[in-house]
Every structure is written in structure tokens, then in C-alpha cells.
């Protein structure tokens, strides 16, 4: 089994920063690709950033700029950093991964998602 657990969502106020870790654990062989995704009240869930094996990340053109991603191959986990937030971020955040599990099959797994709100 393998399983994905984010932290680090709550409530801050516009301009504000916040940093979203997601660690995946359980019967890992590798991991490829990581992101996380979000879905606001109402909308449909959309990709925000992704990192590949090889580091190469890509981001939704509404957080360039503003968001990093990266990750901690060794500690199996990837990050979200988020600076200057603004109200339109707020969504439930998503951390979602491609990996081999010890069995030699790879399956896409998701986290629990965790919170943010950006509100004054």
C-alpha cells in the first residue's frame, strides 16, 4: 500500500505565504512525476504545479511567478511553496504522484487534500 499525507494548508490573510508538504510512504519502489492540483468551491479540480523525476517543473499560468515546487527525493516528498497569496487560491490542495510501487506496478495516487483560505 502506498499512501499520500499533506500538511501544512490553513488561513491567511492576501499577500501572505504558506508552505504544503505532501510525504507519500508505504511499499515505493520510485517515483516519477509529483503535483498538486486544487479545486475551489464550485470548479472543476485543475493541475497548479508538477516536478518530474528529472526536477523539470511546470505550473498553471495563474501562480507563475508566485508558487515553487520542488521536492525531497530521499525523503520522498514533494513541496508547494506558496507566496503572495490572493483570495482566488483558495481551493482544497491535492498532492498527487506517479509511483512504482515494490510490486513493479505503477499507479497514480492522491492525497487527502488539505485546506487553504486566503481571506482578510
Known amino acids: 500500500q502506498v499512501q499520500l499525507v499533506e500538511s501544512g494548508g490553513g488561513l491567511v490573510q492576501p499577500g501572505e505565504s504558506l508552505r504544503l508538504s505532501c510525504a507519500a510512504s508505504g511499499s515505493i519502489f520510485g517515483i516519477y512525476a509529483m503535483g498538486w492540483y486544487r479545486q475551489a468551491p464550485g470548479k472543476q479540480r485543475e493541475l497548479v504545479a508538477a516536478?518530474?523525476?528529472?526536477?523539470?517543473?511546470t505550473f498553471v499560468d495563474s501562480v507563475k511567478g508566485r508558487f515553487t515546487v520542488s521536492r525531497d527525493n530521499a525523503k520522498n516528498t514533494v513541496y508547494l511553496q506558496m507566496n503572495s497569496l490572493k483570495p482566488e487560491d483558495t481551493a482544497v490542495y491535492y498532492c498527487?504522484?506517479?509511483?512504482?510501487?515494490?510490486?513493479?506496478?505503477?499507479?497514480?495516487?492522491w492525497g487527502q487534500g488539505t485546506q487553504v483560505t486566503v481571506s482578510s
Open positions: 498527487n504522484a506517479d509511483i512504482k510501487t515494490r510490486s513493479m506496478r505503477v499507479n497514480n495516487y
Open positions: 516536478i518530474n523525476s528529472g526536477g523539470t517543473t
